[in-house]
Each structure stands twice: as structure tokens, then as C-alpha cells.
């Protein structure tokens, strides 16, 4: 994954340029909004003029202008925007869903006209963001950037320091109300049967009474076994095994395999067995560096002969455990 690549960012942020708290000027639509009476900020001064965002990852978050410099002390949008697309791992696997309308809120800070007092995010959409993707960081030995912290956010509602909050936000509820009853009851499937007069009559499948079956041609070990509970399974289904012939092949491809196998073992047992003789006769005439190629030699003669008796004698006779003990 390439989230480490994402995460070496946080090291740049956890020592560059001078810590500012996050300002912006702008605006949009979608976004609840407020602004600090305060002093302005980079992006409050008669300099900075609202433009359109072209930062790809901030388009369509929900407003549409934005001014540079920001806090962070980029100039150009084309700055702040290598720097921010670091971020795009954390955001694509959706550690948090607030985390992209927080980065924009940062690195592309909301402008309206006529208006040039900084508006951040709220402080709870940061803390979403940062609860949501922390631990993933934390895995990478990486903190919580401190030029991102929360604390230096305004909180939502206070009409004395005014922010941006996401309006259209959907959480997923980890807590249903409902009851489990009606939770397994909704996801339960039907069974539908055809009438005489053509209607359909379904009822509910408890899928607590579906249980798993070693079913053929998977075999089923008996309480006669020896193999009977010692932690032979398929699937998590207990004494259950696999045939000692394969299942994932048709008769013809099993056929075609041993013809295969027995003519290429049968041409490096001749090969072989000419190198392994050709030494016997006169040892002296193999020295190192050759003398290695023998002992090559010798260990595809054993491999060789290996799968000969095997398309000699048949599967079932060099079966390791007899034609007896076959589950």
C-alpha cells in the first residue's frame, strides 16, 4: 500500500515551516460557516483575491473558491497541492470521511467575496478526521501532524469564533437502534414458492439453522478413522478432507499430465544415467568446476526415478498411506 509514501508526509509537517493556526477566507455552498472578529491572516489581507480551486482532490468538496497564501505558507494553489495529494492514500482507503473536507479546508481555505476573516473547519470535523485515520498512522510510527491540531480550532456553534462544518455529512451509525431481532429479521433471506393459482408464497430462512456439510467430493472422515478429530478440515467443516485423487481436474487432463511427466523423467533418467556413468568409468577425468555438474547429475537421477516409479507402479501403490488406510 502505498500509505507509507502518504505518511512520510507527516514527518515534513512535523518539522517544516513555523506552526500557524488554520485561517481561510472564502466561500461556497454546502458548508456551515463562521469567522473570527480577530486579526486577519495570510489569506485576509488585501492581497489575497478569491479564485477558482484547481487542486484536483478539492473540487466538488462543497465550495468553489479559495485564496493563496494559506496558513501553511503556500503560495500557489500548484504548491499546495503536491504537498496535499500526499494525503490521497489516507483518503482512498476512507479512514475518515471527513478527512478530505478537512485537508481542503487546510490546504484550499474557503473565500467569499467581501468577506476576509479566516474560516476554518469546526473542531469536530477535525477530530473526526484525526480519530478516523490515527491509528492507521500510528501503525507507521507517525503522530497526528501538530500544525493540523484540533484544539486550535474554533468549536462549532460558538457565534463569537465562526467555522465550516460538513452540512451534507453522512455518518455510519455503529450503534443501530433497532433490535437484534429485527436486524437479523431484515437481513434474513425468503424462500418463494409458486401456487396452483400462480401466486407466490415466501418465508423466512433462519440462517441460523444453515449448517455447513462435507459433501462430495470432498470425503467425510469416520469415528473409524484414525484420522477421525485430529484437526482434519475443509473449510472449517471438522473431519472433513479431500480425496487423495484430485477434484480440480477432468480424467483426460490427469491422463495427458502422466504421459507428460513420464516422458520428460524418462529422458533425464537416460541423460543422467549416461553423466552418472561416464564418471563411474573414470573419475579422475571429472575435477572441479566440472566435478559439480555430476552431482547435479545424480540429484535429477533420484528426482527422475522418483516420478518413474510413480508412473510405474500407479498412484494408489505409492500412496504414503496404502491401498488400506485410503479416507
Not at 146 to 170: F, I, W, Y
Not at 251 to 270: M, P, R
Amino acid at each position: 500500500m502505498s500509505a507509507i509514501r502518504c505518511l512520510l508526509l507527516f514527518v515534513t509537517l512535523s518539522v517544516s515551516a513555523e506552526k500557524s493556526p488554520l485561517s481561510s477566507s472564502s466561500g461556497g455552498s454546502g458548508i456551515g460557516v463562521l469567522s473570527s472578529p480577530g486579526g486577519g491572516s495570510a489569506t485576509s489581507g488585501s492581497s489575497s483575491r478569491c479564485e477558482e480551486i484547481t487542486i484536483p482532490m478539492c473540487r466538488g468538496i462543497g465550495y468553489n473558491l479559495t485564496s493563496m497564501p494559506n496558513d501553511l505558507n503556500h503560495d500557489t494553489q500548484e504548491e499546495a497541492g503536491l504537498e496535499v495529494h500526499q494525503f490521497w492514500p489516507l483518503v482512498e482507503i476512507k479512514c475518515s470521511p471527513d478527512l478530505k473536507f478537512f485537508l481542503c479546508s487546510v490546504y484550499a481555505p474557503i473565500c467569499i467575496e467581501d468577506y476576509h476573516k479566516p474560516l476554518p473547519a469546526c473542531r469536530s470535523v477535525c477530530e473526526r478526521a484525526r480519530s478516523g485515520c490515527t491509528p492507521i498512522m500510528k501503525q507507521y510510527g507517525f503522530p497526528w501532524p501538530e500544525r493540523m491540531a484540533c484544539e486550535k480550532l474554533p468549536v462549532h456553534g460558538d457565534p463569537s469564533n465562526l467555522c465550516m462544518e460538513q452540512s451534507n455529512r453522512t455518518d455510519p451509525n455503529p450503534n443501530p437502534t433497532s433490535t437484534p431481532d429485527s436486524t437479523h429479521s431484515s437481513r434474513r433471506p425468503s424462500s418463494c414458492k409458486a401456487g396452483k393459482n400462480g401466486k407466490k408464497t415466501c418465508k423466512d430462512v433462519d440462517n441460523r439453522d444453515c449448517t455447513c456439510r462435507c459433501r462430495p467430493p470432498l470425503i467425510s472422515i469416520g469415528r473409524d478413522s484414525p484420522w477421525y478429530n485430529r484437526s482434519v478440515s475443509v473449510g472449517g467443516v471438522e473431519n472433513c478432507g479431500f480425496p487423495c485423487r484430485g477434484v480440480f481436474f477432468t480424467q483426460e487432463e490427469k491422463d495427458f499430465a502422466s504421459v507428460w511427466i513420464a516422458l520428460w523423467s524418462g529422458l533425464c533418467f537416460v541423460s543422467t544415467l549416461m553423466t552418472l556413468t561416464t564418471f563411474l568409468i573414470d573419475t579422475e577425468r571429472f575435477k572441479y568446476p566440472e566435478r559439480p555438474i555430476v552431482f547435479l547429475s545424480a540429484c535429477y537421477f533420484m528426482v527422475s526415478v522418483g516420478y518413474l516409479i510413480r508412473v510405474l507402479l500407479g498412484h494408489d501403490e505409492v500412496d504414503v498411506r496404502g491401498r488400506d488406510d485410503q479416507a
